[in-house]
């Protein structure tokens, strides 16, 4: 299981990259093993707003279905349409470059809660 340092991290296992007022999210290296071969994502909407912990959209892999969370609070400004289009496979090949979603962050203090890298490996030692 590979973990990227310099990001932050949900006990969901998303992972999150900050880059100004804005951050990147996507799925950890540990959940895209759990899920399996992804076959469809279903992401909303550019311009749509969501707080922390909310449900934003679902990965779908040969295994399950899963929801996916929000680590902060925020409005999306950018979709990656390559996942959406013909690319979901790209979640389980790379994993931190395959981001799903750029937000507006609301609330850069929530950043505080998630996980450092170090944290984040420990926590799914413990699952």
């Known amino acids: 299981m590979a973990v990227v340092e310099g990001l932050y991290y949900s006990k969901e296992h998303e992972w ?4 100004g007022d804005a951050a990147y999210i996507g799925i950890t290296d540990y959940a895209q093993q759990s899920l399996g071969e992804v ?16 449900a934003f959209g679902v990965i779908e892999s040969v295994k399950a279905a899963a929801d996916s969370y929000m680590p902060v609070s925020g409005k999306i400004i950018g979709i990656n349409d390559e ?12 994993p931190y470059e395959a981001w799903i979603l750029k937000v507006e962050l609301s609330n850069q203090g929530e950043l505080e809660g998630l996980l450092s ?11």
């Open 16 to 19: 999150i990259k900050v880059e």
């Open 83 to 94: 996942l959406l289009e013909d690319e979901p496979q790209a979640l389980n090949e790379k």
């Open 117 to 127: 890298a170090e944290d984040y490996a420990k926590h799914c030692e413990e699952e």
């Open 39 to 54: 076959v469809y994502v279903e992401f909303p909407e550019e311009g749509d707003e969501f707080g922390a912990g909310e």
